[in-house]
Every structure is written in C-alpha cells, then in structure tokens.
C-alpha cells in the first residue's frame, strides 16, 4: 500500500531535482545518508567497526532501504554503500581508540579529511553531494522523520 508520507517526499523530489536521470540516484544518495545517521555509532574501536557494521548495522539498512523502496524507488546498494559511509565517517569521527589518524594528502577538505571522508565515502557520491550540496541537504532533512520512524518500528 502507498504511504502518503512517501508520496510527499516523492513530490518535493522531484520539485528539488527536475532532471529525471538524477531522480533516482539523488533519493538513493540522501537516503543512504539519512539512514547512516540516524544509525546509532558504536563504541567499539575504530578497528572492530567494520565487524560491528556488519553485525549489527546492516540489516537495519537493508530493511529501511528496502521498506523505502516500497514507496519510492531507489538502488538500494547505492542506499547500503552510503549509508555504510556516512556511518563508518561518523564512526571514524568518534573513536577514541588513536587510530584515527588524519592523512594529509590527496584530494578534499580539512573537514573531508578530519571526518574520514576521503577514505569512506566514494568519490563521485562526495562530489555529487558537494555540487548539489544545499538541495541535498533539504531532501535528507525531509527524509528523516520517516527515516526515524522506520528505524524505531524496526527496533521494537
């Protein structure tokens, strides 16, 4: 059944992003970063996050992802690679463990490389967020309370 909440979205999409051909990848990029943060980070060390990921994140991701695309069409390994990103740079932002160590070199920001950007999140996604960058950002914040709303339903 088609949620209304998910055509709202649908419609402010599509009133953000005119160009059809970026519909799709748009919507599966913002949700892949509404999902990564929203998913609580872990306090595991930075070297066991990518296990913790996988064993206690990645299901939530593919679940949300795939109740989304129920609704409104997205690639949901796009989805899942995104929100895999957004959670590890968050993730990588929070460790107390020293690993976290800040590589001068090669391409983007301080903040890209303090928050482990250049590491985690693909090329091409960084670059489509940064030249979409406000419109981007009004689509994830529109996203979030269905977002949320699906992740508390699926805690319970």
Known sequence: MLDMNYVAIKQYINDKIPDVSLTRYATSVALGVTIGKALTVSNTPLSGAVEHYNNHKIHAVASAAGYFNENILVDIDL???????????????????????????GEGSFIDKFFGATIYLDPQVQAFLNKHNAVMITIINRMDAQVQELLKTQAQ
Request: hydrophobic letters at 55%; aromatic letters at 12%; charged letters at 10%.
């Open 79 to 105: 989805v899942a690679a995104v929100a895999r990103s957004v959670w590890m740079m968050r993730q990588f932002a929070v460790s107390s463990d020293g690993v976290g160590f800040i590589n001068p070199t």
